[in-house]
């Protein structure tokens, strides 16, 4: 009885995990790209009672009894599926279609990290940023650095960026293929610089650490077709990184953001079927409580 009492609140605890995942699911419906996660289980170890005999030339061998001992968590799964996308009309908001992730830098220490959350804003200095004031990362320079990778800036004359003659940019706007173009006042346009998309070997390996943001880069390592970039940046990581649209990787709709990726539908489902569960777990904590009680009695 105590094994079985101890099988059940092992589930119990191993279930409420599941409704934690669901609940933090429900509670980001709303979060821009938010993914959501699901949690698998694994069998706990069992105890063997009696280990299996082979067969032999004389006779059959005997089946061993192994009773399990419960059930453990064995990862919880994040769902990278693309996220409904809502158009904003605002030029700064970016959605992803398709495989991959924005590059952000943090100029503080240079930490790169990586995101689907697209509502970005343009800092005072003319640099496409996070509300958080991390730096889009792209080709910066394409006219004079094709394959330099650095901080998009939207604004601003700095290394002679702008090609002479080029009157002033009266707007902005971002392509599919993650160019960045400056609009003269009589309409002529200048490529200033091209936002990199970065696919990862294994998006599993990604760290989430809020604010829309993912960590653990490195272990992630960029995708097999995205190695080929040929840009020659400082970071490995940027190595990797392709122009929207290459080699299968998400093109740039401007003007939308991409919203979160749960069903509500599914995961109501999930919670009732995650609630039987603990009832089940529950019910035989009842049920065991009872028999030691039977076992008492027996005693009088």
Do not use: H, W
Request: aromatic content about 6%; glycine content about 12%; overall charge neutral.
């Amino acid at each position: 009885m105590i094994r079985s009492m101890n099988t059940a609140v092992q589930g119990m605890r191993t279930i409420q995990t599941s409704l934690d995942v669901v609940a933090n699911n429900l509670a980001n419906v709303n979060t821009l790209s938010f993914k959501g996660s699901r949690t698998d289980f694994a069998e706990s170890f069992s105890t063997i009672v009696r280990p299996p005999t082979p067969d032999s030339a004389g006779g059959s061998g005997a089946a061993g009894v192994c009773i399990g001992n419960g059930v453990s968590l064995s990862s919880t799964t994040v769902d990278f599926q693309q996220g409904t996308i809502t158009t904003t009309g605002v030029f700064t908001d970016l959605a992803l279609e398709g495989q991959g992730f924005f590059l952000v830098r943090n100029p503080e220490n240079n930490a790169v990290y990586a995101t689907r959350a697209g509502n970005f804003r343009l800092d005072s200095n003319g640099y496409l940023s996070t509300d958080q004031g991390l730096r889009v990362q792209g080709i910066n320079n394409p006219g004079s650095d094709p394959t330099g990778v650095g901080d998009i800036r939207f604004t601003g004359n700095a290394n002679g960026e702008f090609p002479e003659g080029f009157k002033a940019a009266a707007a902005y706007e971002v392509d599919a293929r993650g160019q960045v173009s400056a609009i003269a006042t009589d309409g002529s346009k200048f490529v200033r610089g091209v936002i990199l998309v970065q696919r990862f070997n294994s998006q599993q390996a990604l760290v989430n650490i809020g604010s829309n943001l993912y960590s653990n880069l490195d272990v992630a390592g960029p995708a097999v077709a995205a190695a080929g970039g040929g840009l020659n940046a400082a970071s490995p990581i940027l190595a990797g990184a392709l122009r929207p649209g290459e080699s299968g990787t998400a093109k740039i709709r401007s003007g939308a953001l991409e919203g979160s990726n749960v069903d509500m539908a599914r995961e109501f489902s999930q919670m009732i079927v995650t609630q039987r569960a603990f009832q089940a777990n529950s019910r035989m904590i009842s049920t065991s409580d009872e028999i030691l009680v039977e076992l008492v009695n027996l005693k009088r």
